[in-house]
């Protein structure tokens, strides 16, 4: 089961806001999809992100996926475990695989995204293509 209080994306980035900041992560359906993570390349802190932008990059054995940012701001804080620990975002996407925290610019931004039971019919439409 997904986390009710996390928001969500199209691209399949989760978003957990405490404050002004935002941590990011990819969730369980993209970690799943992609499998046998070989790759993760993280922006470095202090590096500017835009709303829909890509920010981030992830491999495995199968693709390359990028990862956009859910959010505009400046990134504050890394998982710089998470690059030599992929299996982390596997085995925990949710917690220890969370791969950034972004200080948000624009909070108007969140209400663009999904809640958990508007990203589990998507999900499930995705799942039938």
């Not at 390359?64 to 710089?80: L, S, W």
Request: proline share 4%.
């Amino acid at each position: 089961m997904r986390p009710q209080d996390l928001k969500y994306t199209k691209t399949h980035e989760w978003v957990k806001v405490e404050g002004d900041t935002a941590t990011i992560g990819i969730t369980d359906f993209a970690a799943s999809h992609l499998s046998d993570l070989v790759y993760l390349d993280l922006p470095e802190v202090q590096d500017s992100t835009t709303a829909g932008k890509c920010f981030a990059e992830i491999e495995s054995v199968k693709a390359v996926a990028d990862i956009y940012a859910p959010v505009t701001g400046e990134v504050v804080a890394i998982n710089a475990e998470a690059p030599d620990d992929l299996e982390k975002i596997s085995r925990d996407p949710f917690g220890a695989g969370w791969l950034v925290k972004i200080k948000l610019a624009k909070t108007e931004e969140l209400r663009d995204l999904l809640t958990v039971e508007q990203y589990e019919k998507f999900v499930e439409q995705e799942s039938k293509k």
